[in-house]
């Protein structure tokens, strides 16, 4: 099994969820983080000053997934999540030794 | 009094003493979260302090006897004597005494000592503001007396408390990063409901400033809502066209700006006159908030781009505009045909400037050898709230 | 006017003018939190525009020397011969002038352009506001002059801008999700603060109509706060047994509904029947703001549902409950054997629903035509204080 | 009454209606955000309540033909004849009315159910409140009667509060985590902008209570400021010594111990006697709020340690400091050569300590027969907002 | 050595984190996420309409074990986090490479 | 490939990014968790009692990285978080399947 990983734009996050689910993942995780890439943050004008602000708002996501179902679940991601300009975010596959499903104790690909 | 007038005073006392907590909210959503805390007990506590300085010897040496037109004797001390009338009258003088030095607390916000700031304002409010006060104010005050006119406090409250500011950031030094990092409003919320707050208990210190209730309070109730309403909208418009956006710190700012620049002539221009300067006011101001990133000093807050900008602009513009129709206790201004009278205003607002930057250099470089003025470098990196007081602003989550 | 009765005016000035900051704390938070700023910008910047068109033209088309009934005449225009005692009626007036097109802002919330905002206002408080007031308020206004009566504003603030918002709502289209997402308050400590602004406000608004300090105005004041109070119990009763749980913001919508339901008639009926309508009010309008979502337009923060509704309830209800025992400029209420009161006050609400929906529907398009309405969609997605105002709320952590 | 009176009293009874507001934010800061809503919906809903009781039993109870100096007798039920001036006193007296038992609300923070409340205040409206203001603000109350004096509720208001508080805390015991886990306030900026309202409307609460815009309300406008302002320097000294650092919660809690003490003696001591006052009570009340966790009594947001305290602090300190040169209507203090008053004054905060007390007491039981007091404990965990009203404070993220 | 993530509900932490002390676990990382899963979010009523939000409230715990360690710790987290409901959540080993005590520079299980 | 993790004090974040980006390390992600580590929280004064506040505020860096960049940006974290006092925090290493860029669709060293 795998952790996939996913950093984006926060205004994909829905997009990217309907398009999970549609494939047919049980669950996830989402978290607010600031992210920090090519990107290279973003120009503020405060009080008519101008800033360069480094770490730009962007939406962690983690789905735990079957070996089988990797590929499928990258390939959504990538194509929801993806609007072509700089700052769309990297996408990680982590291997996992197991998985629990804390109600039932159930283990593996039975959990998810 | 009569006991409408005195209605008309206990309100506006207390009108202007809720000021202050207004303010507090207004800076206080203006700096980082981790020093929210810090710029409101900055303000709260300054309400402590001046209530005692200003009973036991600010207001004798504001309105006491005159002495040779520059202060005020001794025979108020502890408050003899003043009862009654002379008490309402006190009281609502106390609360003008408050918000000054309320005022400069954010030029210095994000890294001053709280113990420092205690001790500068213990001294400002015995030192500085009596004197300025008993200048513009009282009836023998030399300024007064010379002709010039400050109906609600352009020049011992806004231009006094602007000026303050300037010299103590230059005795402070700017916060880490500034210029560098943006750094921005953490609750413009916060800020919007201190402008709120200000421009309601601005109604006492201006209409209150007739000390009764009649046509010139009248007079000073519509001048001020129509200047806070066109420099909000002069703000406004200004930032619109030359930074594509129109912001709310842009009309939260805007709106004190006019506040600030009526405060002088409220009781002595018309409603026209009003909406001229706040128009003015409103430009300058935007105008003057730039210039802190232009010549480097760290008006956090923009203390100096309102308030000396503001007071100055409306203390200078009373010169032209004020009318004798209006309110006899005032000259013609240059509009009407009295060269003379602005010329004074113009002196006025120099005299304040000089007499007050000196003084609070001054008073800051004592406090600076009793206390230090700055928190150190780790202190303000972890912020003021939990370094000096072991609060957070907020605990969203537990 | 003797000391006294200034003395209650111009504080009731303040505290109506303290109103729209609280009515944009009120909707604020309501808002989610990426459009909080634009709310509270939208009120605020209302009151500038309110000012300068009520100063330069709205006042004397509202209370100018009358042209058949219809609407004032130029004679104030710019507030020329305006002063003492009429210019305190005029900045009275004005307060009012700013508040209603306030009120219309958080029908359109989270999604109406800044830009159409702004004309928006101007016109509307340029052609439809005077012109209500004037039927409703002036001596001379054909409504008033016929006998219908608005003690506060039923007719004129409240059902004027209640209709106002439906207008604009229908010109406008729902919010992407309406009806499908929940989109929760962001901030409910905000609107209960705004809340607790509005109903002392609301105290200048309704006992300050008396324009006097007598015993009408005692009356008003004692009815406002028994309305407010009961309508909030009413309204939480209901949807605690309705939905299960009694809620804050059913709590501080009820005391709203209640507070406008009093409006029309707070100097003219007994406390005992400002208890009852305010019951009525609770109940209505709790029911009122679930059509909403039977009819499908989105008045995003229920202005139908609570100043329209709890307007006609409180315009129609003084057709019921008006005592001239009570205040001898109001003939008998139905309940005290007068139907033609009452009749004429329903058919006073007709009118000013006609009219008003119909031209507020032409400005709409008129607005939309130069402006355009709306934002487009990812500005929405986005929020407007980012999209329209480069702006945050909340920068908690930094 | 003479107009400006009249305007005076009708600011005096807005300015308490809106402390209620102001109490709800200063405690809704104060708990954790979980349960902000459930404090502050206490707190409006308690408005609701007491609107309704006061208006058709509980002023007369407290204000009617009196019987036996122990209560009122039932000739103004339902407000029968009362108008004018009588109507004034009435809603004035209303605001007291509905702020003492909201004052309650921060002892049993966190815990109590919503419904135990409601019945709760419904009760003690009804059965406790007006017994005690008889007693001490009617003319013919036995307390008042035989000599005791409370300008403006200390013994009525705040210790009343208080020792309810202490009564409701032992029916209902400790939070979960009591002592064991801090529960830190959520939000100070809320505290705060509480704590400025809270000041601002005490102007009405302690100078209103002089019932005429004259010397009396003047002198306890100033002694209010006074006391509020030496206080909080006070506490926040006595904890800057103690703990190492000086807290805006022990300012916000300072300032009002302050005003607290000060409301039983506002217009009968001198402004110098209101430093002595507020000094001592900053003291008291900083020393007082620890004795929570010395007895384990979880007074949450120490309603004891503030009000009881204080209110003790201010209604002995009444009988040292009182000077009837200061106002005629009460007797010199101990310091003044009066033993006899000041034994008074201590007899009289014994009867109220021991009668709400027990009182108290037999109703908390008496709700916790019919609806129970706590909630569940998954509820706590869970919070009040969620469990009992299905709504969040902020949804900050969405 | 291994990362333990674990997914559960907001109100359970206290016990989580009890259970893990008593088991010795020396440290761990809490942060606040939404989750979506089985429990298909929850019904909400606001202004008398009834809406689905599909995010829920969850804490998201990682800690990290030594491989010894591993099963005493996932079942001390499974059986405090159980309530036998459904939305109890998921808990998740990841391998693991190297840890550093950035304190000390120690590394692999001196550093936990 | 790897994925770095690292629990840091807050008010290190500026220097352990400086530090990063001066390694050339291309982006990260940052979110805020509370700890609870050998520090064993921290000692509170409210209202004069003293409580022990188990969990710290920390900040939670994610970092991808090439194989043959591991030891230099562990190294460098190291070396710009360390205080030297108990609460530094530690850094975890993770292998990794697989990175992709979602803008580009771009695999493994090239998307990062
Ligand atoms: N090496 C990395 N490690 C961890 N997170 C990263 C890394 N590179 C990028 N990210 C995350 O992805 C987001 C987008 O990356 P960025 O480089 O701006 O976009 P793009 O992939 O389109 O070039 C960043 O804001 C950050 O949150
Ligand atoms: N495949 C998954 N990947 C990541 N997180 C998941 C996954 N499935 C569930 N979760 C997390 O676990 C939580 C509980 O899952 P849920 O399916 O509702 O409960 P249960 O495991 O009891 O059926 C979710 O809210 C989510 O945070
Ligand atoms: N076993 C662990 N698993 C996950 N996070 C940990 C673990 N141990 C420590 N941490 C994280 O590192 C932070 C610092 O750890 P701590 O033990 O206090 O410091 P030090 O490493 O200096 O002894 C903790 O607050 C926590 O966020």
Not at chain 2, 23 to 38: D, E, I, P, Q
Not at chain 2, 374 to 385: I, K, S
């Amino acid at each position: 099994m795998k952790l996939v990983i996913a950093y984006i734009k926060p205004f994909k996050l829905d997009q990217v969820k309907d398009e999970l689910r549609s494939q047919g993942v049980a669950g996830m995780s989402v978290s607010e983080i600031r992210g920090f890439g090519r990107q290279l943050g973003q120009t503020e004008v405060y009080r008519g000053a101008e800033y360069r602000v480094e770490f730009v708002p962007k939406i962690r996501i983690e789905v735990v997934v079957d070996d089988d179902a990797v590929d499928r679940v990258v390939a959504s991601v990538e194509a929801a999540a993806r609007t072509g300009e700089i700052g769309d975010g990297k996408i990680v596959v982590v291997p996992i030794d197991q998985v629990v499903r804390i109600r039932t104790g159930e283990r593996g690909a039975e959990a998810l | 009094m009569s006991e409408g007038t005195i209605a008309w005073l206990l309100v506006s006392s207390a009108l202007v003493l809720f000021m202050t907590p207004g303010l507090a909210l207004f800076y206080g959503g203006m700096v980082r979260s981790k020093n929210v805390l810090n710029m409101l007990m900055k303000n709260f506590f300054t309400i402590s302090i001046v209530t005692v300085v200003w009973t036991l010897v600010g207001y004798t040496l504001a309105f006491g006897t005159d002495i040779g037109g520059i202060i005020g004797g001794f025979d108020f001390l502890g408050l003899r004597g003043v009862e009654g009338d002379a008490l309402l009258f006190m009281v609502f003088q106390m609360m003008f005494a408050i918000i000054t030095p309320a005022l400069i607390s954010g030029a210095v916000a994000e890294r001053m000592k709280f113990s420092a700031w205690v001790l500068f304002t213990t001294l400002w409010a015995l030192l500085v503001y009596p004197v300025v006060a008993h200048w513009g104010f009282a009836a023998d005050g030399w300024l007064f007396a010379w002709g010039v006119r400050d109906f609600a406090g352009g020049l011992v409250v806004h231009i006094n408390a602007g000026i303050a500011a300037l010299a103590l950031v230059f005795a402070l030094g700017p916060r880490k990063g500034f210029g560098a990092e943006v750094m921005r409003p953490h609750s413009l919320p916060l800020t919007l409901l201190g402008t709120g707050i200000l421009w309601f208990g601005w109604f006492g210190f201006n209409a209150g400033s007739a000390l009764a209730a009649d046509g010139i309070a009248i007079n000073a109730f519509v001048t001020t809502q129509i200047a806070a309403s066109v420099a909000a909208l002069g703000w406004v418009v200004a930032e619109w066209l030359r930074n594509g956006k129109p912001t709310t710190l842009g009309a939260a700012s805007g709106a004190v700006a006019g506040l600030v620049a009526i405060t002088p002539g409220a009781g002595f221009v018309s409603p026209l006159s009003a909406m001229a300067i706040g128009l003015i006011a409103g430009f300058v101001c935007f105008w003057a908030v730039s210039l802190k990133f232009r010549f480097g000093y760290d008006d956090s807050l923009d203390v100096v781009g309102v308030h000396l900008a503001g007071g100055i602009v409306g203390s200078v513009l009373l010169g032209v505009f004020a009318q004798s129709s209006i309110n006899a206790f005032v000259p013609d201004g240059l509009l009407f045909g009295g060269a003379g009278f602005f010329l004074k205003q113009v002196a006025a607002v120099a005299v304040v400037i000089v007499f007050t930057f000196v003084a609070t250099y001054l008073l800051a470089r004592i406090v600076k050898a009793i206390t230090g003025l700055r928190v150190d470098d780790n202190q303000e990196t972890e912020g003021l709230d939990i370094s000096l007081h072991e609060e957070r602003g907020y605990v969203l989550a537990e």
